[in-house]
């Protein structure tokens, strides 16, 4: 009967992964932290993973507003990551800066996002802010790897 019970589990994760697939990653269970963004195929050094937001205007006080997408929302934080961020005129790309094997996570060093937008820049995710405060609350997993 487990075996069972595990079978449809990992049927349904396949499943998940199969309807989730965005292009070449997927959202799924980390170890960092909640969800997460992982690689459904290989990835080579300088491979653009996707796109991370687009710049959406300015607000009353003359900030530029970037919208988030997907793929931003769920990449987590490692210092040590696998991707770059790269503001590319007005869209922020995550590009793989070392190779990235199927089902590995997909992680940024968030410290690369103010770099690229600049001080007077908001974040959104679905018309809601992101506070920057909020990269202080992320915990720093392996970090001596």
């Known amino acids: ?17 199969a309807a989730s697939s965005r292009n070449g990653w997927y959202i799924g269970d980390s170890a960092i932290k909640g969800k997460g963004i992982f690689a459904s195929k290989d990835f080579n050094e300088g ?13 009353e006080f003359g900030a530029k507003i970037w919208n988030l997408t997907e793929l931003a929302r769920y990449c987590n934080h490692q210092w040590k990551s696998n991707v770059d961020i790269k503001k590319n005129n007005d ?25 690229a937008l600049g ?11 992101v506070p920057t405060t909020d990269f202080s609350d992320y915990t720093e997993k392996d970090a001596r790897n």
């Open 47 to 59: 491979a653009q993973i996707g796109q991370g937001g687009t710049a959406g205007g300015e607000d």
């Open 1 to 17: 009967m487990e075996a069972f019970l595990q079978r449809l589990r990992d049927d349904a994760n396949l499943a998940y992964k």
């Open 119 to 129: 001080a007077r820049s908001r974040m959104l995710w679905q018309g809601k802010d």
């Open 91 to 115: 869209q922020l790309d995550l590009i793989a800066n070392k190779k990235i094997n199927k089902d590995e996570e997909i992680v940024s060093d968030y410290s690369q996002i103010s770099r």
